[in-house]
């Protein structure tokens, strides 16, 4: 594999910094934008818009218009070829799709963004990577738990890993301390009904707690 070029490094290592991504679902686009506001109040700056939002390229527009660089937008769930072009265009600075398909990888490789692939088991962790995957998206990583990206690492210590799917305050400590470099948090960061019912207080309360754990998690807190 290439090299990363310069700008994949720089939005690499704040992912690392970050260590967490909020995977977004809304369910409208400025229910979406509000959640967005009540996370960022909380501390978390790592955004990952899913496709399954409505007018999801719409709104990270409007998110990168709003926070600049104050935020790490990204658009995940991509799972067709024309999604690749109207994340570039959209602003996102990294493309995630939820599993390992060639053609679709080799666009989202090719778009210049970083990547993340969704990837289970050995062969597809591994594909992935060849792929030319920036990092590798663990996926329902829910299943398996912290013990099974400890075992991915054993034969795969190279590659930079990210679970989504099961990521708690609680057990953020045995994700990172399993060797993740950040961990996708949906559902039980930004709950889609807490938008749907205006309680967004509770949104930031909850990224408030969760960038206290994190903090903990790392050691630096």
């Not at 590798?136 to 299943?143: E, G, H, N, R, Y």
Request: with cysteine; net charge negative.
């Amino acid at each position: 594999m290439s090299a990363p070029s310069p700008e994949k490094e720089a939005t690499l290592q704040r992912i690392k910094d970050l260590g967490l991504i909020a995977v977004i679902r809304g369910p409208s686009a400025e229910l979406t934008l509000a959640m967005v506001d009540a996370l960022v109040a909380g501390g978390v700056q790592g955004i990952e818009i899913t496709y399954t939002t409505p007018e999801a390229t719409w709104v990270v527009q409007r998110l990168c218009e709003r926070y600049g660089e104050e935020i790490l937008p990204g658009m995940g769930t991509l799972t067709r070829f024309e999604q690749v072009e109207e994340a570039v265009q959209a602003g996102a600075r990294f493309v995630v799709s939820p599993h390992y398909e060639p053609g679709l990888a080799r666009a989202l490789v090719e778009s210049g963004l970083l990547t993340m692939l969704g990837a289970f088991t050995p062969s597809e962790v591994w594909q992935a990577f060849k792929a030319g995957s920036d990092v590798v998206k663990i996926f329902p990583a829910s299943v398996a738990g912290p013990e099974y990206i400890k075992a991915l690492r054993g034969p795969f210590p190279e590659i930079p890993m990210m679970p989504t799917g099961g990521v708690t305050q609680d057990n953020l400590s045995d994700w990172f301390a399993a060797g993740v470099i950040a961990v996708g948090a949906g559902s039980n960061l930004c709950p889609q009904k807490w938008a749907k019912e205006g309680r967004f207080k509770e949104i930031t309360q909850t990224a408030e707690d969760f960038v206290r754990a994190l903090a903990r998690a790392r050691g630096s807190g």
